[in-house]
Nanobody
């Protein structure tokens, strides 16, 4: 599967932005879909994940401000970001793969090694 992100750009502190990720190629509705972000010099961190049954999990730093959603018919993943802060500035990546087992999900959803398919990223700059 090939993933392409869009929707990034500059935004004022307190503003909102909606990221999109579209997929082509081999696709499974049973994929877990996730958003990650990375700042230069730091490790890529998991932001949010949505399971095939629409169960959502968020990193503590974005809970209540970001909302992840998916549209399987369109092979699309979205991230609605609100109340943006300068510390949200990063390159944002979407990722896809079969979900970790239920027993491991809580400790694996935010690990980059859990996803084999990645987009190229879209930059979000908050100032």
């Amino acid at each position: 599967v090939q993933l392409v992100e869009s929707g990034g750009g500059p935004v004022r502190t307190g503003g909102s932005l909606r990221l999109s990720c579209t997929a082509s190629g081999e696709w499974y509705d049973s994929y877990c879909l996730a958003w990650f972000r990375q700042v230069p010099g730091k490790t890529r961190e998991g932001v949010a994940v949505i399971e095939p049954d629409d169960v959502r999990t968020y990193a503590g730093s974005v809970k209540g401000r970001f909302a992840i959603s998916r549209d399987n018919a369109k092979r699309a993943l979205y991230l609605q970001m609100s109340s943006l802060q300068p510390e949200d500035t990063a390159m944002y990546y979407c990722a896809a793969d079969f979900c970790p087992s239920a027993a491991d999900f809580g400790t694996r959803w935010y690990r980059t090694a859990s996803y084999g398919h990645w987009g190229q990223g879209t930059q979000v700059t908050v100032s």
